[in-house]
């Protein structure tokens, strides 16, 4: 067999080991659903690892969108995400037509989820502060260094991606951005694909399928001993994670029997979004294209005082907003506020139904 790929299966094989945790729920959903998660996140590595990968020729990539599949750490049904692979040693151009969803937002990382499961931030930019054009164009340069004008989104020496989201309200009816990005000062020639260097492509790969894998369970394993609570862990260590600075985290862990509800009461800030998202152990989404898992600002139904219950349940229990537990006894959850002037903490209780 061919050193390189007997070397590739070998690694990921030990990725595997993840699913034996102690804290792992041994059911057969969770199980299978562990299975395709690292599918999922090999998907996603290679993509980005193997494919992509020099930084004079960049692309935007979206590994994590509705046809991918790709689901990681918390996603948000309601975003598109994608990335380039970049180097703080150049200068780039981005260049987008705005579309009509209503929140997109840039930043430059130091993805290093292949070393420690972290993707540090090194700038951030928003759509609203970029000039767009009667046709919708806008552009802005991505460099360590400021340019002399226009709009800007600082990188740092080590930056390696630049990460963009763009969130809808209503995916069914906006149409996100289109975005494409060009390196400005490329140097060096073309170098052909060696043994060696695909053998380096797949080793990042599988680090990367290691690392966010590693990273997200020690989430679960934060989170399983506060089950049904909700509380602040602490911004920092979603940021650290990859999170976006104009959002408030709350993260953590349900479980529920199937004649039992977890009912969550919130006041609702001023913000230009909100979403709460119900999850798998794994940390991903449930099944939103086919059942409701979540809701945003754009679809829940607020109380007569602008308060808003939440029901997570197997069933509808017929008030509030109610959150399908689509088969799962278990698994984790999100909630955020995007851009808020306040970040109430909600309160919660299981109940039986």
Request: hydrophobic content about 35%.
């Given at each position: 067999m061919n050193a390189v790929w007997e070397k590739f299966c070998a690694d990921l094989l030990d990725v595997g080991k993840v699913l034996e945790d102690e804290i792992v729920p041994q059911d057969p959903l969770t199980q299978a659903e562990?299975?395709?998660?690292?599918?999922?996140l090999l998907r996603y590595g290679t993509i980005n690892c193997v494919e992509y990968t020099d930084?004079?020729?960049?692309?935007?990539s979206s590994a994590p969108n509705p046809n991918m599949m790709t689901k990681i750490g918390a996603d948000n049904p309601d975003n598109v995400y994608?990335?380039?692979?970049?180097?703080?040693?150049?200068?780039?151009?981005?260049?987008?037509?705005?579309?009509?969803?209503?929140?997109?937002?840039f930043g430059s990382r130091v993805n290093r989820y292949h070393i420690d499961g972290t993707m540090l931030q090194t700038g951030d930019l928003h759509i609203h502060d970029l000039e767009v054009d009667e046709n919708g164009r806008f552009e802005f340069i991505a460099s360590v260094d400021k340019p002399a004008e226009g709009a800007w989104l600082p990188l740092a020496p080590d930056s390696n991606l630049i990460s963009v989201?763009?969130?809808?309200?209503?995916?069914?009816?906006?149409?996100?951005?289109?975005l494409t990005i060009e390196c400005l000062n490329p140097d060096g020639e073309f170098v052909p694909l060696s043994p060696e260097e695909i053998g380096e492509r797949l080793t990042k790969s599988v680090g990367i399928v290691k690392g966010m894998a590693e990273t997200f369970l020690e989430w679960s394993r934060k989170f399983q001993p506060h089950t049904n609570e909700i509380f602040d862990w602490g911004q920092d260590y979603f940021q650290d994670a990859g999170g976006d600075p104009t959002i408030f985290y709350f993260h953590g862990y349900w479980k529920?029997?199937?004649d039992e509800a977890w009912v969550i009461e919130t006041e609702v800030p001023n913000c230009e979004y909100f979403?709460?998202?119900?999850?798998?152990?794994?940390?991903e989404s449930l099944d939103y294209n086919r059942?409701?898992?979540?809701?945003?600002?754009?679809?829940?139904?607020?109380?007569?005082?602008?308060?808003?219950?939440?029901?997570?349940?197997?069933?509808d229990p017929g008030y509030g907003n109610w959150i399908d537990t689509d088969s799962h006894a278990e698994g984790t959850w999100a909630l955020r506020w995007i851009k808020a002037d306040s970040h109430p903490i909600p309160t919660s209780k299981v109940v039986k139904i």
């Amino acid at each position: 067999m061919n050193a390189v790929w007997e070397k590739f299966c070998a690694d990921l094989l030990d990725v595997g080991k993840v699913l034996e945790d102690e804290i792992v729920p041994q059911d057969p959903l969770t199980q299978a659903e562990g299975i395709r998660y690292l599918s999922r996140l090999l998907r996603y590595g290679t993509i980005n690892c193997v494919e992509y990968t020099d930084p004079r020729w960049p692309q935007f990539s979206s590994a994590p969108n509705p046809n991918m599949m790709t689901k990681i750490g918390a996603d948000n049904p309601d975003n598109v995400y994608m990335r380039a692979n970049i180097s703080g040693k150049y200068n780039y151009r981005i260049i987008g037509t705005r579309g009509t969803v209503p929140l997109i937002t840039f930043g430059s990382r130091v993805n290093r989820y292949h070393i420690d499961g972290t993707m540090l931030q090194t700038g951030d930019l928003h759509i609203h502060d970029l000039e767009v054009d009667e046709n919708g164009r806008f552009e802005f340069i991505a460099s360590v260094d400021k340019p002399a004008e226009g709009a800007w989104l600082p990188l740092a020496p080590d930056s390696n991606l630049i990460s963009v989201r763009q969130t809808h309200q209503d995916r069914r009816n906006e149409v996100i951005g289109d975005l494409t990005i060009e390196c400005l000062n490329p140097d060096g020639e073309f170098v052909p694909l060696s043994p060696e260097e695909i053998g380096e492509r797949l080793t990042k790969s599988v680090g990367i399928v290691k690392g966010m894998a590693e990273t997200f369970l020690e989430w679960s394993r934060k989170f399983q001993p506060h089950t049904n609570e909700i509380f602040d862990w602490g911004q920092d260590y979603f940021q650290d994670a990859g999170g976006d600075p104009t959002i408030f985290y709350f993260h953590g862990y349900w479980k529920l029997a199937e004649d039992e509800a977890w009912v969550i009461e919130t006041e609702v800030p001023n913000c230009e979004y909100f979403n709460f998202v119900l999850q798998n152990f794994w940390v991903e989404s449930l099944d939103y294209n086919r059942t409701n898992i979540y809701i945003n600002n754009h679809t829940a139904k607020l109380n007569d005082d602008g308060t808003m219950t939440i029901v997570v349940a197997a069933k509808d229990p017929g008030y509030g907003n109610w959150i399908d537990t689509d088969s799962h006894a278990e698994g984790t959850w999100a909630l955020r506020w995007i851009k808020a002037d306040s970040h109430p903490i909600p309160t919660s209780k299981v109940v039986k139904i």
